[in-house]
């Protein structure tokens, strides 16, 4: 019997087109489209290659999506890195330029300092130079007062007729007076002279030692000092 009889008497016929038996016998992958293929039929769409930016099954995220994030936090890291960086970079500068303000103020507090003293001795040095000029016309005038004095005295003892004493005497205080009033001027010019130097040291404070400074002025309190004692015997001299 034929066997397409015996199909037809024995079993339910077949509705499947001939051309869908013929396209699975001849191997067409299963969900891909052929050419018959059933109408209506969901294709599903296939997994995106790595760096295609396509998404991969159930709506998982390909590589390149995933690098993205990554990327931002780079950036926001070293946006971080740079900007802590200026800041530490504004708080140096501002941290020595508050330390250089500070130490300026302070050299600027001691010149002002030290100009105010260097003004005080100069002062005071010419107030003493301005003494030791006036005690020295004093004892010029004073020595010429006592060379007066001694031509009277001598004119009194030869009235008296002692010739000798009062020539003996005469030549004594004259010798005595002569002698003080000569340490005197020489004290006094020496005094006068020295002052007038060290005002001229002091004005230009700078250019010298401090230490040499502070000695020659010591020693022109001591030259002054001299004048001043040559002077009070010249005054017991004159008085006596």
Do not use: H
Not at 161 to 171: R, T
Not at 200 to 210: M, V
């Amino acid at each position: 019997m034929d066997p397409g009889a015996r199909a037809s008497a024995g079993g339910p016929p077949s509705f499947a087109p001939a051309s869908a038996a013929r396209g699975t016998a001849s191997g067409t992958a299963p969900g891909t489209v052929g050419a018959g293929a059933v109408p209506g039929a969901t294709v599903p769409r296939s997994v995106g290659a790595p760096g295609t930016g396509a998404p991969g099954p159930e709506g998982v995220p390909s590589a390149g999506d995933a690098t993205a994030p990554a990327r931002r936090r780079r950036g926001a890291v070293v946006a971080i890195v740079v900007l802590s960086l200026l800041l530490a970079a504004a708080l140096g500068v501002g941290a020595y330029l508050w330390v250089t303000t500070t130490r300026w103020q302070e050299s600027s507090a001691d010149w002002e300092s030290e100009a105010r003293g260097l003004g005080e001795d100069v002062a005071r040095l010419q107030t003493e130079l301005d003494g030791a000029n006036a005690e020295l016309d004093s004892a010029r005038t004073q020595l010429t007062a006592a060379q007066d004095r001694i031509s009277d005295l001598a004119n009194e003892k030869a009235q008296l007729g002692d010739e000798n004493e009062a020539s003996q005497q005469y030549l004594d205080y004259q010798s005595r007076v002569s002698e003080a009033a000569g340490k005197v001027a020489a004290a006094l010019g020496q005094c006068t002279t020295a002052q007038t130097q060290l005002i001229g040291y002091l004005n230009n404070r700078d250019a010298y030692d401090p230490a040499d400074l502070e000695r020659f002025a010591d020693q022109v309190d001591l030259l002054c000092q001299e004048a001043t004692d040559a002077n009070s015997q010249l005054q017991q001299e004159l008085a006596g």
